[in-house]
Each structure stands twice: as C-alpha cells, then as structure tokens.
C-alpha cells in the first residue's frame, strides 16, 4: 500500500496543516512559480501551451487545439531534454492533453522504428496532426495479465493476418485515422506482433469512452477486432518474443511519465504558493515542496542525457509519483471542506494524482 510519507521527510505530514494558525514572522519570501520556471528554461512554449485546455472540451475540439503542440513537439524530437520540459509544461496546464499527446508519440515512435519499407510513408501521414493516431499496447504488459488467453490475437490468412480481440485501453479511440496495435500469434501466444490500423471498418468497434476517476477527457475505451486482415503492409514489428522492447527508440520516452507528474505536481505547488501568500503558516510547505520538485525535476533533465549517466530512471519516477500524491493531498488538506467538493481543483487533483499509482 502507499505510504504517502515513504522516502518524503518533510517537518509535518501534510494532513497536519492547518492554515488557519498565522506564523509571527514570514521567513519564506514568496518564490518564482514553477510554471515561470519552466517558461524561462524555453520561450518559445509560453505561447504554444496556452493551446492545452483547461475545460470541458469536447475530443474533436480538444484535438483541434493540440495542433500547435504537435508542431512545437516535433521540433524538439532530438532533444531529449526539451521534449520532457515540454510534456511537464502541458501538463501543468491539462494532464489530460499531455496525455493524450504522451499516446500519439509512442504510436509514431513505434511506426519510426519500424523496418517495413512504407513506415515512412505512414509516418507522414501523421506528422502534421491533422490526421490522429494513437497506441494500445497495454495488454502485452500490464492490463488483462490474469486472463489465460491473449485478448488480442494474429492469426495466418491468405494475404496476411486476420487480427481478432478487444483492444482494452485505447486514448482518443473516436477521433483517430488509425491506432498501433498489438497481438500475440494464435498459435505460437509467445511471439508478439506490432501492427499499423487504419480506422473506419464496420468490424472494428470503439466502446463508449470509459468513465474514469481522473482523465476521462482522454476518452480512453475499449477497442473491439472481429477479423479485420491485415497485410505484411501494415506490420510494423514482430513476431518477436519482446516486441515492445525491440520496438523501443531511444530520446525521452521512458521519462515521459516522471514529466507528467512533475508537471501536476508545480502545478498544484504553485497554487500553495498563492494560498501562501495571504496564509503566512504555508510557507515553509510550499518552501519545501518547491525544493524538492527542483532536485527531482533536475535529475530528470539529467536522466535525459543519453551520453552515460548513473540516475536510476525507476527510482526517479517513484520519487515524482511520491511527491505528485503528497502535495495533491496537502492542498486537499488546505483548502479543507471546500476541497472535497467533487468539482474542486483539490479533489481533482488527488484523483489525478492517483494516476501515478
């Protein structure tokens, strides 16, 4: 179970704050927000991350207004460094975009590492954002472990494979032009395969998107195969008894979800800051959560350099996670009752904060 005070030794958990009792003196001079921060570390995001939305949007809509982001995101591919600044300055805004965004680059890095000869070609088709693509890759790895047989199945046709099986968890499903998928062989469940799917078919079905304890505006749902063939023109990996791993590509990707929480995690910190202000007893909190999110969110920026370094990566995002739950508690905790209203941005944030987990 998760013990929010694991390896975080702050002076008082954060359930104990009591912002009601005034400290004599201030010591802890208001601090630069960390959104300034990481504006600062990249100039050229300031105008492009207004675009992450912040409402209710509809998916179309919200697709529409990631345009921009794509484009920044493409520019700041073959730096390791910057695409992560970029993904915790998005989800600083919206968690959900970052998302979303997070699940169209590993669909294009999948197809970027492919041998096929035409990977290019379906690369292009995707680049500008105007046609959307996504990934479900879960169930080779973690979602429906338990069940004996594989949920999603290849097996040899005529002309290809004919790929069968409910795909379980797959972000913007709706709107996309096609999804990377994977499937075990139906005969041999040991050897994996990776596929490119173009949408439209009758006989592939998007479920109603899932309602969620956070990030519902992903509309993340189930995808449901009955046969649709494919052809050695859409494999893009595989078989192979690791498909995933043989299909990985170096630059920011495994760091990618440490980004996203250390986005939430300023974002919510930044809020404490401002309460702070006119609550004198926050200050030490906020002092120490800006603190420890700047160690972290540097050894990030560190972990990104591919040149050889010793940061343990796991480790790393544990301490992210940590930090993401702890000060999306201790706002919960400062704004008290008001707080766990189901549409307030503190029990919001405790729900996506529990994403980390």
Same mark, same amino acid.
């Given at each position: ?68 982001? =794509? ?61 959307? =693509?996504?990934?479900? =890759?879960?169930?080779?790895? #973690? ?113 990618? #979800? ?100």
């Amino acid at each position: 179970m998760y013990n929010p005070r694991s390896e975080l030794d702050y002076s008082k958990p954060a359930i104990m704050i009591n912002p009601q009792k005034k400290s004599s003196t201030n010591s802890y001079s208001s601090s630069v927000l960390l959104f300034d921060q990481l504006i600062s570390r990249s100039p050229g995001l300031a105008p492009i991350v207004a675009q992450a939305c912040q409402t209710h949007a509809q998916l179309p809509e919200r697709l529409s207004k990631l345009k921009p982001l =794509i484009a920044y995101e493409h520019s700041v591919l073959s730096k390791p460094a910057q695409h992560l600044l970029f993904y915790c300055t998005v989800a600083y805004r919206s968690l959900a975009d970052a998302f979303i965004l997070t699940q169209r680059q590993a669909a294009m890095r999948r197809i970027e590492t492919s041998a096929n000869p035409v990977a290019k070609a379906l690369l292009s088709k995707h680049t500008g954002g105007d046609r959307w =693509i996504s990934v479900g =890759i879960s169930h080779l790895t #973690t979602s429906r472990q338990h069940v004996n047989q594989p949920v999603v199945t290849a097996k040899a046709s005529p002309d290809g494979w004919s790929i069968s099986g409910t795909v379980p968890w797959v972000t913007a499903a709706s709107e996309c032009q096609a999804l990377v998928i994977a499937a075990c062989d139906w005969e041999n469940h040991s050897h994996q395969y990776l596929f490119y799917l173009p949408m439209g078919s009758e006989i592939i079905k998007c479920q109603p998107r899932m309602e969620l304890m956070a990030l519902t505006q992903s509309d993340t749902c189930e995808v449901r195969l009955d046969g649709i063939e494919l052809t050695s023109k859409e494999l893009l990996h595989g078989p192979s008894e690791n498909v995933l791993s043989m299909s990985q590509s170096g630059g920011a990707g495994g760091l990618q #979800t440490t980004a996203l929480a250390l986005g939430l995690a300023a974002c919510v910190i930044d809020r404490i800051e401002e309460k702070s202000r006119s609550m004198e007893s926050l200050a030490v909190f906020n002092q120490q959560f800006s603190n420890r999110w700047e160690q972290i969110f540097d050894q990030m920026i560190l972990a990104s350099d591919t040149s050889g370094n010793s940061v343990d990566t796991a480790k790393l995002r544990k301490e992210a996670n940590d930090l993401t739950l702890r000060v999306a508690q201790a706002f919960l905790a400062i704004e008290k009752g008001t707080g766990y209203l189901a549409d307030s941005d503190a029990s919001r944030w405790v729900r996506e904060a529990m994403f980390f987990l």
